[in-house]
């Protein structure tokens, strides 16, 4: 019935669920769009931020220097697999990566893939409200008193409560960043 481990653990989902949301971009250059990308180096395969240094070039491009100049091509060919729809071009010890302007359809898609990821923070939080109060039960009918129970109970809904409503805030921030032009 440990409340700040409660806390904690709503905290980390609202983490998993801005980090998921940093990847949908919104037409502009910014390096959490390809830091994921998964790349070829070494015989395995890594993160791009964990071979490359990512720079905002301007506005619609990144530029990725690698720290080891053979990655360049592994680099470029796991842009190209992302599916994201970026175009990435080699220059010298440099991959560009192009940013394509968001059409309105590609703009609603994003929102759609948005609300899916919204909905798997939602599911996240419900799964850790849910082992929470299965485990205040299992306290309650070791010996900790009903009042005590109770009240850990109302202080959790209260947690998921402003929890829920700060996931709210992130969907319409981020798809007002999606929708607008």
């Known amino acids: 019935m440990d409340l700040n481990e409660f806390q904690t653990n709503l905290d980390k989902c609202i983490e998993?669920?801005?980090?998921d949301l940093s990847?949908?971009?919104?037409?502009?250059?910014?390096?959490?769009?390809?830091?994921?990308?998964?790349?070829?180096?070494?015989?395995?395969?890594?993160n791009?931020?964990?071979?490359?240094?990512?720079?905002?070039?301007?506005?619609?491009?990144?530029?990725?220097?690698?720290?080891d100049k053979s990655l360049v091509?592994?680099?470029?060919?796991?842009?190209?697999a992302s599916n994201l729809g970026f175009q990435p071009s080699i220059e010298g010890d440099y991959?560009?990566?192009?940013?394509?302007?968001?059409?309105?359809?590609?703009?609603?898609?994003?929102?759609r893939v948005m609300k899916e990821k919204?909905?798997?923070?939602?599911?996240?939080v419900r799964n850790v409200r849910h082992e929470f109060m299965q485990n205040t039960e299992a306290m309650v009918s070791s010996g900790v008193s009903q009042d005590e129970g109770k009240r850990a109970k109302?202080?959790?809904?209260?947690?998921?409560?402003?929890?829920?409503?700060?996931?709210?805030?992130i969907r319409e921030k981020k798809e007002s960043e999606l929708m607008t032009v």
């Open 16 to 19: 998993k669920l801005q980090a």
């Open 23 to 46: 990847q949908i971009h919104t037409g502009r250059a910014t390096p959490e769009l390809v830091e994921d990308i998964k790349v070829n180096a070494y015989g395995g395969i890594s």
């Open 48 to 67: 791009m931020k964990s071979v490359a240094n990512i720079s905002v070039s301007d506005s619609r491009s990144l530029l990725i220097q690698p720290w």
């Open 73 to 80: 091509e592994s680099i470029e060919k796991g842009v190209s």
């Open 95 to 111: 991959v560009r990566v192009r940013i394509p302007e968001l059409n309105e359809e590609r703009r609603k898609e994003f929102v």
């Open 118 to 124: 919204i909905e798997t923070g939602r599911i996240a």
């Open 154 to 169: 109302e202080e959790a809904e209260k947690i998921v409560k402003k929890t829920n409503e700060r996931i709210e805030e």
